[in-house]
């Protein structure tokens, strides 16, 4: 009887262990899983719809297994999800068409270890949306004012400007940023140092930098940044009467009171560097020279002369014969830039000369851009693309497509800031 007893008594014990056991295995599974709030928010107010938002897909990824769930979000960016405690990468990736149908849409947010332990944790994630053919790049050209204006029969060269725009999902800095002219005319024939250089270099005439130490001048997703050529009212000028104000410009060019130029203090100068042996840095208002853009690391004067030591050489340029004199060979300096060092370009000139010989290599820029005549207003604007109430541009590297024309220019396109 005692031993039976004690059997069973023992056995009890063993089942009440057991129940117990499972009992504290259960609570801390329960422990160990956690609802996370997922909450998606445009990083550039009013880029993103609800459209845009409903049904878009995030994938939580644990870091240690790498096992993934997939939320799908409703209209307000908004979904939850049960997952084990732990550290997860959480990211965002959809390819959509924009409301234009121009370009694909590309809608996209990481976050990389993401440790999550708490009930009713928020996770907040930026979505940003940008042209899908603009990722990974630098800045572009969004406009460019070569072309000129012709007010009461009066032509000028002043009212230039260019319009630069970050395309990407990160803050650019301007700093270093250089803006050049080609040396060769797009009309011309192939000069004789044309294939020394093509199609890995391009020649320039001179550029224009962006001063600063690296972080000076930043510039937002989405967000522009303008260079007049004179930062003036130049709708003020008397006779000058579709002529654009440029007082909100962000950096003029200013060549100094020998070529009469006009400096407004309140708007700080870039840097210039001209090719003695060539036309210089100016936009030739046919659009003869094409406009290209690259980057040096930061834009100290020093960094730009060991540039511009880096690329000048000796090329033979033919010297046609005259009335009094010989066709002859000359030795002349050519300033260049390697191609993969070129960001964004635009093929120029205008219908009657057409495009002759190729200035721009087609890797930059396989199409162009022509005016049709000298100081006609034309303004070279690249496609928009609507995302939400933001603005982004077509990039294709065909300026044939990328760019329509403007007859007038924008008196305070977004992104400037009027002083």
């Known amino acids: 009887m005692v031993n039976k007893f004690l059997n069973l008594k023992g056995l009890g014990f063993l089942l009440l262990l057991l129940s117990a056991f499972a009992s504290c295995k259960d609570d801390t599974e329960a422990e160990t899983s956690v609802k996370v709030n997922l909450s ?29 769930s997939v939320v799908l979000l409703s209209e307000s960016g908004f979904g939850t999800v049960t997952l084990e405690k732990g550290v997860y990468n959480i990211a965002v990736k959809k390819v959509i068409k924009s409301s234009t149908d121009a370009d694909s849409i590309y809608i996209s947010s990481l976050m990389e270890n993401v440790t999550i332990n708490d009930e009713n944790q928020l996770i907040e994630l930026k979505v940003i949306a ?4 603009s990722l990974n790049k630098g800045f572009i050209f969004s406009e460019i004012f070569f072309n000129g204006e012709q007010n009461s029969g009066r032509m000028m060269h002043p009212d230039q400007y260019f319009v630069i725009f970050n395309p990407t999902s990160e803050v650019l800095y301007a700093d270093g940023l250089c803006v050049a002219v080609t040396h060769h005319l797009a009309w011309q024939d192939k000069q004789l140092w044309y294939d020394d250089f093509y199609p890995n270099r391009v020649p320039i005439g001179g550029f224009v930098t962006i001063p600063g130490s690296g972080k000076e001048h930043p510039v ?5 940044l303008v260079v007049a050529f004179t930062a003036i009212d130049h709708s003020a ?11 909100g410009a962000d950096f003029e060019v200013y060549k100094g009171p020998d070529n009469n130029d006009v400096d407004n203090p309140d708007v700080p ?18 659009g003869y020279f094409s406009p290209l853009m ?9 960094t730009v002369e ?71 207003q034309e303004l070279a604007i690249r496609k928009e693309i609507h995302v939400g109430s933001v603005v982004y541009y077509q990039d294709t590297n065909d300026s044939s497509n990328d760019f329509v024309m403007q007859k007038g220019q924008n008196s305070f396109p977004k992104g400037w800031r009027k002083k």
């Not at 107010?45 to 897909?57: F, K, T, V």
């Not at 000028?237 to 007082?247: I, N, R």
């Open 294 to 302: 690259f980057k040096l690391k930061d834009g100290n004067k020093s």
């Open 130 to 133: 940008l042209p899908a053919s």
């Open 237 to 247: 000028v008397e006779g000058y009467d579709h002529a654009v104000d440029l007082t």
């Open 220 to 224: 937002k997703p989405g967000e522009k």
């Open 40 to 68: 998606a928010k445009p990083q550039v107010e009013g880029s993103i719809d609800a459209e845009m938002l409903r049904d878009l897909e995030v994938t939580v990824t644990e870091v240690r297994n790498q096992n993934a």
């Open 306 to 376: 060991q540039f511009y030591n880096e690329n000048i050489k000796t090329s033979k340029r033919l010297v046609a014969a005259t009335d009094s004199t010989e066709e002859s060979i000359v030795d002349i300096q050519i300033l260049s830039v390697p191609v993969d060092d070129i960001l964004d370009g635009v093929q120029t000139s205008d219908v009657p000369q057409d495009v002759k010989t190729r200035v721009i290599p087609e890797i930059v820029d396989r199409g162009k851009f022509l005016v049709n005549g000298c100081h006609r």
């Open 269 to 286: 100068n870039v840097l210039l560097t001209e090719n003695g042996d060539s036309y210089g840095f100016f936009f030739q208002p046919r």
